[in-house]
């Protein structure tokens, strides 16, 4: 007769090195999975997402959008991305993301794009709320154009130019 050890892994798991303090999101997303004795594929459809981006954020080969965020925040039970630095040279983020290094200048675009990523908002929803098109918001992101005079009172409410 075989009883099940709840103090035992998974045979599957126990190949698979998880680290016991994660460090990455990557790490914490195996971490809760192996824990919780899920198969990728499980893991992937409680988060709503394929097979293919829960291997990716687990390897870090991309960071996850914005607007999945809060999905993972609820597997995992809390927030992992507050200690993490918003982007990374294999992440999906734009670009322009790593200028958050502090030793950097950051242009005005960087600097807008950096005040949204940090409300956690979107694109169309920071454009949404300041009242320009999210063509406009992208252009002053990427330092294509600045804002007109107009709208640096919407921008002055974040941070100062």
């Given at each position: 007769?075989?009883?099940?050890?709840?103090?035992?892994?998974?045979v599957?798991?126990?190949?698979?090195?998880?680290?016991?303090?994660?460090?990455?999101?990557?790490?914490?997303?195996?971490?809760?999975?192996f824990?919780?004795?899920?198969?990728?594929?499980?893991?992937?459809?409680?988060?709503?997402?394929?097979?293919?981006?829960?291997?990716?954020?687990?390897?870090?080969?991309i960071?996850?959008?914005?607007?999945?965020?809060?999905?993972?925040v609820?597997?995992?039970?809390?927030?992992?991305?507050?200690?993490?630095p918003?982007?990374?040279?294999?992440?999906?983020?734009?670009?322009?993301?790593a200028?958050?290094?502090?030793?950097?200048?950051?242009?005005?675009?960087?600097?807008?794009?950096?005040?949204?990523?940090?409300?956690?908002k979107?694109?169309?929803?920071?454009?949404?709320?300041?009242?320009?098109?999210?063509?406009?918001?992208?252009?002053?992101?990427?330092?294509?154009?600045?804002?007109?005079?107009?709208?640096?009172?919407?921008?002055?409410?974040?941070?100062?130019?």
């Amino acid at each position: 007769m075989s009883v099940p050890r709840k103090d035992v892994a998974p045979v599957w798991t126990r190949s698979f090195p998880i680290s016991k303090e994660p460090k990455t999101l990557g790490e914490h997303l195996k971490k809760k999975r192996f824990s919780l004795g899920l198969r990728q594929e499980e893991s992937a459809a409680k988060l709503g997402v394929s097979c293919k981006t829960l291997s990716d954020w687990e390897t870090g080969r991309i960071f996850p959008s914005l607007t999945l965020q809060p999905r993972i925040v609820e597997f995992l039970g809390y927030d992992p991305f507050v200690p993490f630095p918003v982007g990374t040279p294999k992440g999906n983020e734009p670009h322009g993301v790593a200028f958050l290094a502090p030793d950097s200048k950051a242009t005005t675009g960087q600097r807008i794009q950096g005040w949204r990523i940090g409300l956690k908002k979107t694109r169309k929803q920071m454009a949404a709320e300041m009242g320009v098109s999210v063509k406009t918001l992208w252009g002053w992101e990427n330092d294509l154009w600045l804002p007109a005079f107009a709208n640096h009172k919407l921008i002055a409410k974040g941070f100062s130019l």
